[in-house]
Nanobody, 124 residues
């Protein structure tokens, strides 16, 4: 079992940057693939980025390619999402999630554990 806690959200101007962190507890974190998802009011939760347990494979939604970077540090039990060139459309609650087994996935339904979410607001 693993517990996930997101942090680093906040209010930022368009074009600005934020770095989200997902701190994990539990003995088996390094074996979990991890994803970042986001959900705006009235919208479905959508895929943002994912990273394999080894960190060797990374995937991004088309809407964030070239702007966001996912990374992980298994020694620190932490996954990061660096967000640059932020747009108002990026405003949402951001969640990290962990997938126990299988290939890295972009599907919400494939993930087993979820954090509480952190609010990201991009506005002037």
């Amino acid at each position: 079992q693993v517990q996930l806690v997101e942090s680093g959200g906040g209010l930022v101007q368009p074009g600005g940057s934020l770095r989200l962190s997902c701190a994990a507890s539990g003995r088996t974190f390094s074996s979990y693939a991890t994803g970042w998802f986001r959900q705006a009011p009235g919208k479905e939760r959508e895929f943002v980025a994912a990273i394999s347990w080894s960190g060797g494979n990374k995937y991004y939604a088309d809407s964030v390619k070239g702007r966001f970077t996912i990374s992980r540090d298994n020694a620190k039990n932490t996954v990061y999402l660096q967000m640059n060139s932020l747009k108002p459309e990026d405003t949402a609650v951001y969640y990290c999630a962990a997938k126990i087994t299988g290939a890295t996935s972009v599907s919400v339904g494939m993930y087993d554990y979820w954090g509480q979410g952190t609010q990201v607001t991009v506005s002037s």
